[in-house]
């Protein structure tokens, strides 16, 4: 992968001003943003999904740009071929397990699944290990079957990008560190590249291969190396 970040935005409101000013690049697989919250990570995140265009800036990913102001590009969301993964994981509640992953396969209206889509949902479901919960709902599945939905539906479109958004957040530490075995080997199996949104760093131990470290509303450091090549880690994060 070959990512190229640069990105302003102000955000204001009554009560908070906030200013991203924020640039990265990498060419590693697994790309970690970390930093204290509210310093703009999420923002970059969306920003890279086109899910909030920034007010200056260039995003390229792989020598496509998605976004440039100076040339007047801004790819929508849609066509970008990124798959995001919520922190809430934003899951349909209406909706089954089974219509949640299919529901990134169609772009027409009514929405409805065709045979040979439900065939490849449950293909992923079973690839998940979740295909016993294809009739089920989210309300009535744990949390981490509820990641496993979201990164099925956030595959199931092959992109060429996984976004993740602090995606252990909201489950217990021996749930984080199962979840994070099986992200690890999802991601290899799948062979794509990601950038992942984290607090915590056991995240960067297991997944990072570049790590931007963020103040408020910057970029403080961008670090590249690889996971066995003896940083430590300890004193990065003590920086």
Not at 139 to 144: A, C, M, P, V
Not at 152 to 166: F, G, N, S, T, V
């Amino acid at each position: 992968m070959v990512i190229e970040v640069s990105v302003e935005k102000r955000m204001e409101s009554k009560a908070r001003h906030f200013r991203l000013d924020a640039a990265f690049s990498s060419r590693e697989q697994c790309v970690v943003l970390f930093g204290p919250s509210g310093s703009g990570k999420t923002l970059t995140l969306q920003s890279i999904a086109g899910l909030v265009t920034p007010d200056a800036g260039r995003i390229a990913l792989n020598g496509r740009v998605l976004f440039d102001t100076q040339s007047g590009v801004n790819v929508p969301s849609r066509h970008r071929k990124i798959g995001y993964v919520f922190q809430d994981y934003a899951l349909f509640p209406h909706r089954t397990v089974l219509e949640n992953v299919g529901f990134g396969l169609k772009n027409d209206w009514p929405w409805r699944l065709s045979r040979d889509d439900r065939r490849q949902v449950m293909e992923f479901l079973e690839a998940f290990e979740i295909s016993q919960l294809a009739q089920s709902y989210p309300l009535d599945i744990s949390g981490g079957q509820k990641q496993r939905v979201a990164l099925a539906r956030a595959l199931i479109r092959k992109p060429d990008l996984l976004l993740m958004d602090e995606p252990f957040a909201a489950l217990d530490t021996l749930l984080r560190v199962k979840l994070r075995e099986e992200l690890a080997k999802i991601r290899r199996a799948f062979d794509i590249p990601m950038v992942m949104v984290t607090h915590d760093p056991e995240d960067i131990r297991v997944f990072a291969e570049t790590l931007v470290i963020y103040e408020i509303g910057r970029v403080r450091e961008c670090l590249h190396f690889l996971k066995s090549d003896g940083t430590d880690l300890e004193e990065v994060l003590a920086s």
